[in-house]
Nanobody
Framework: QVQLVESGGGLVQPGGSLRLSCAAS????????MGWFRQAPGKQRELVAT???????NYADSVKGRFAISRDNAKNTVYLQMNSLKPEETAVYYC?????????????WGQGTQVTVST
């Protein structure tokens, strides 16, 4: 089992910045992917950014150049630095960890943290 605990959400003005953190604990395989997804009211959950245990990055086109994902493997923690936030990015942000072993992938999700971009 894997447990994920997110922190860092909150209220920010348009154009502002926030940094999300997600600490993972439990059985974490050496090959894994961690990342962030978000879900706005009435919309499907969507990818924001992911980072593999080897350091490969993937971003949604809408956040490229403004968001930065990073991880501390020693702490099993992933971060998301969000800059120049827009009101339409108001959503619940979810942390995800995908364990990979022998071709089998299993995903785990955090409880989510609310990010509200508003004046």
């Amino acid at each position: 089992q894997v447990q994920l605990v997110e922190s860092g959400g909150g209220l920010v003005q348009p154009g502002g910045s926030l940094r999300l953190s997600c600490a993972a604990s439990g059985i974490i395989f050496s090959i894994n992917t961690m990342g962030w997804f978000r879900q706005a009211p009435g919309k499907q959950r969507e990818l924001v950014a992911t980072i593999t245990s080897g350091g490969s990055l993937n971003y949604a086109d809408s956040v490229k150049g403004r968001f930065a994902i990073s991880r501390d493997n020693a702490k099993n923690t992933v971060y998301l630095q969000m800059n120049s936030l827009k009101p339409e990015e108001t959503a619940v942000y979810y942390c995800m960890l995908e364990n990979v072993r022998g071709g089998v992938r299993r995903d785990y999700w955090g409880q989510g943290t609310q990010v509200t971009v508003s004046t």
